[in-house]
């Protein structure tokens, strides 16, 4: 190769390498939010479950706020751990919450599912992410019992000889334990993830590599309808053209029912002329105008699949 052809394909790799840059540039921060919770659990003898949940901010520079907080522990959160709660920034310290429920019979998985939402520059960012609680052994007692008097034994009565049972005939056959079954382990929860701009409404979902394949159709108020299909192991994505009074139903082919998703519009968006957005935080220069195309070129896909409701939340 002479020194023509190896300069070109230089300048080449080098226009790569700033373009691929400039997508880490924007498309970092946005793709990063996300709650971080997690949970543990005590259980007494008597059935009594006291479980710890604490959610976290991957984001050091800006505050989030709690927009959905379910758990299949029966009862309200005691702590700072609430619904329209403020995420403090990470190095800020988390949320916490404690709850306390009675189980009778085999204790179900007790999970916590977040969503929080950001607002960065002209972007909003929505996440969830469910996590089930570990255990950390039992609960110590609250009060320690009053040990009763020691009573002195009465003396042990040697007990007649039962007679042995009849031999004869056919022996009975010991009953044979039930073979048993392992139950087939759940599909992994997906992540789910809403972006509104000022331009696009995006529906963002990760589909594990042991999730369930799936297809979402997402029709908007005027009829406008996109189709999602979702792979285990892979993203997808869809989005739409943003404008006041934007409406989307999601609904999937492995649930019942549906949720509609009314559009958010951030609230630096600043239309000037020829309505153009003025482009802000990492958004600035020749790098990020090259970013924004490809990104708009080759959007990723994001799609999940639950055996409970799916739900995307703005």
Not at 162 to 180: H, V
Not at 183 to 193: G, L
Not at 270 to 284: F, I, N, V, Y
Not at 287 to 293: D, E, S, T
Request: charge should be negative.
């Amino acid at each position: 190769m002479n020194r023509l052809k190896f300069r070109r394909v230089a300048a080449i790799a080098a226009g790569t390498l700033i373009g691929l840059a400039g997508v880490a540039t924007v498309a970092g921060p946005a793709m990063a939010h996300h709650p971080e919770p997690s949970g543990t659990y005590c259980a007494q003898p008597d059935g009594k479950v006291t479980v710890n949940w604490t959610v976290g901010n991957s984001e050091t520079d800006l505050e989030g706020t709690i927009t959905k907080l379910e758990s299949t522990v029966p009862g309200d959160f005691t702590g700072a751990l609430a619904l329209n709660a403020k995420l403090p920034k990470k190095g800020d310290g988390p949320l916490t919450g404690t709850q306390s429920h009675t189980f009778t019979g085999e204790l179900p998985e007790l999970k916590l599912t977040v969503e929080a939402r950001w607002e960065r520059g002209d972007r909003i960012i929505t996440e969830e992410r469910t996590v089930t609680a570990k255990p950390a052994g039992d609960c110590a007692p609250a009060e320690s019992p009053t040990p009763e008097p020691t009573k002195t034994p009465e003396p042990t009565k040697t007990p007649e000889a039962t007679p042995s049972p009849s031999t004869s005939g056919s022996p009975t056959a010991s009953p044979s334990s039930p073979a048993t079954t392992t139950p087939p382990s759940e599909p992994e929860e997906p992540v789910f993830r809403l972006e509104e701009t000022c331009d696009e409404m995006t529906f963002i979902v990760e589909n594990p590599a042991k999730g369930i394949p799936f297809t979402a159709t997402l029709t908007t108020e005027k009829g406008v309808t996109k189709k999602l299909e979702s792979t285990p192991g892979k993203t997808s994505s869809v989005s739409f053209d943003a404008y006041q009074g934007l409406k989307v139903t999601v609904s999937y082919d492995v649930v019942e029912g549906s949720e509609t998703i009314e559009y958010t519009q951030p609230k630096n968006c600043d239309k000037g002329e020829g309505g153009s957005l003025p482009l802000t935080g990492a958004a600035t220069g020749g790098i990020a105008a090259g970013a924004v195309v490809l990104l708009a070129a080759g959007a990723i896909l994001f799609v999940v699949a639950r055996r409970r409701r799916v739900r995307f939340t703005a």
